[in-house]
């Protein structure tokens, strides 16, 4: 009997956007998933001194926006842990919960990537699942941070056809799978930025957001003050997340 198949799509999700939903379809269908599992970070990992929106606002956002497709999924596993968890205890868990009856892919981007050997455990992290490297046609993906174990793992699936992905999944067991088909070129930031504008700004934003994600935005009046939050943070700039902040991405 086939393993189900779970992605496991980390991040901040503040808010969750169009990009978001479009990269969550697109695994669906190039890896022959079951379901795509979104689960929420309780602190953006790089944002020490500008706190992410409420934890709850963020996982209600996620359900309307999943709400109406059965393969999405939103997990509230690492907002009920009573310590921010590091990645590989996030996974480590799943793993349990999900035993050897669910094929696990996590799924992160490509600066993620590049920083995996600062992440708590992170070998371990690279062993605990598949894992779906996402990056853009061109990007230079390096390998030389991760061992030479890890780099035997690698299956590069750049400018590959829906036929060689599917192939290659079926092929692979516990593979790590470079893609570029699935893009995402919505920018969270730039949506609370515009959030936090003029009314025209606002409009426009909303072209990017799920429709009953709007509705919620607009009635609990979130991101009116992020123009000036990200604002002061681009100033003061952003310190690269260590291993100690290495939560779901």
Request: aromatic share 8%; proline share 5%.
């Amino acid at each position: 009997m086939r393993q189900q198949r779970i992605a496991l799509f980390g991040g901040t999700f503040d808010p969750v956007h169009v990009g978001h939903l479009t990269v969550a379809r697109e695994l669906l269908k190039l890896f022959a998933l079951d379901i795509v599992l979104f689960i929420p970070a309780h602190v953006a990992p790089h944002k020490r001194d500008a706190p992410p929106t409420s934890a709850w606002h963020r996982f209600a956002m996620l359900g309307l926006a999943t709400q109406e497709d059965a393969r999405l999924f939103v997990s509230p596993v690492e907002l009920e842990a009573p310590e921010r968890p590091y990645t590989v205890e996030t996974l480590a868990r799943l793993r349990a919960e999900f035993g050897q009856s669910a094929r696990l892919f996590f799924v992160m981007g490509a600066d993620s990537w590049m920083e995996i050997d600062t992440w708590r455990e992170w070998e371990r992290v690279l062993t605990l699942t598949d894992h779906v490297v996402i990056t853009r046609p061109g990007h230079v993906l390096g390998t030389e941070h991760v061992t030479e174990a890890v780099r035997a793992r690698i299956v590069d699936l750049r400018g590959a056809g829906d036929e060689v992905i599917a192939r290659s999944v079926e092929d692979h067991e516990a593979g790590i799978f470079f893609t570029d088909t699935v893009q995402m070129d919505v920018s969270a930031t730039e949506i609370r930025r515009a959030l936090g504008g003029g009314e025209d700004e606002r409009l426009n934003a909303t072209t990017l957001l799920p429709p009953p994600v709007a509705n919620f935005i607009e009635k609990y009046e979130l991101y009116r003050e992020a123009h000036e939050t990200d604002r002061t943070n681009a100033a003061g700039g952003h310190h690269a997340r260590h291993a100690e902040d290495a939560g779901a991405n």
